[in-house]
T-cell receptor, first 113, second 110 residues
Framework: DGGITQSPKYLFRKEGQNVTLSCEQN?????MYWYRQDPGQGLRLIYY???????QKGDIAEGYSVSREKKESFPLTVTSAQKNPTAFYLC????????????FGSGTRLTVV | QKEVEQDPGPLSVPEGAIVSLNCTYS??????FMWYRQYSRKGPELLMY????GNKEDGRFTAQVDKSSKYISLFIRDSQPSDSATYLC??????????FGKGTRLSVIA
């Protein structure tokens, strides 16, 4: 079945550590997105990529980094510069042009310990 | 003013009620409008998609877009306990990322 796989489902990070969240899709979608969800905040855009080897900052990119070396993969690194990383992270993808909406993964819950 | 405003609720209704969920927006360039449903600790799933103005119906769900008022709505008829979830409106201009509302948490009580 086609879809988006995010891993791990739960992740714990110590203060000062970098961690990488995985996002893989087999939908042959061109564009991929990372959103952060906090209680009462809705979804806020971190980074997005519309083609391989290119990506753009979203509204809250500070403290995060991404890469897009393959069409099907869009990993997100939460760096130690992100001061409040505890949140639910969602990856999404779609064909360019937004004709069919986004398909979301099941999310990664990151907690700082 | 945020680009997309959505009352976070929570909203509690009895089973069988008609539910009305709404969002307002400020960006007149928005032309793609969507509603997503999100169960607790899951990824959002697309419920309804509308391009530009008008109504769209799918089973018990109806989406309305009024671009003149910058107002979109989702109606759920004959609501069921399984409809209990958070409903997120989302919208975008051409070839730009979706902007989401904060989501409205809905509980349908049996």
């Amino acid at each position: 079945d086609g879809g988006i796989t995010q891993s791990p489902k739960y992740l714990f990070r110590k203060e000062g550590q970098n961690v990488t969240l995985s996002c893989e899709q087999n939908l042959n979608h061109d564009a991929m997105y990372w959103y952060r969800q906090d209680p009462g905040q809705g979804l806020r855009l971190i980074y997005y990529s519309q083609i391989v080897n290119d990506f753009q900052k979203g509204d809250i990119a500070e403290g995060y980094s991404v890469s897009r070396e393959k069409k099907e993969s869009f990993p997100l690194t939460v760096t130690s510069a992100q001061k409040n990383p505890t949140a639910f992270y969602l990856c999404a993808s779609n064909h360019n042009g937004l004709l069919y909406g986004y398909t979301f993964g099941s999310g990664t819950r990151l907690t700082v310990v | 003013q945020k680009e997309v405003e959505q009352d976070p609720g929570p909203l509690s209704v009895p089973e069988g009620a008609i539910v009305s969920l709404n969002c307002t927006y400020s960006n007149s360039a928005f032309q793609y409008f969507m509603w997503y449903r999100q169960y607790s600790r899951k990824g959002p799933e697309l419920l309804m998609y509308t391009y530009s103005s008008g109504n769209k119906e799918d089973g018990r769900f109806t989406a309305q877009v009024d671009k003149s008022s910058k107002y979109i709505s989702l109606f759920i008829r004959d609501s069921q306990p399984s409809d209990s979830a958070t409903y997120l409106c989302a919208m975008s201009a051409f070839d730009t990322p979706l902007v989401f509302g904060k989501g409205t948490r809905l509980s349908v009580i049996a």
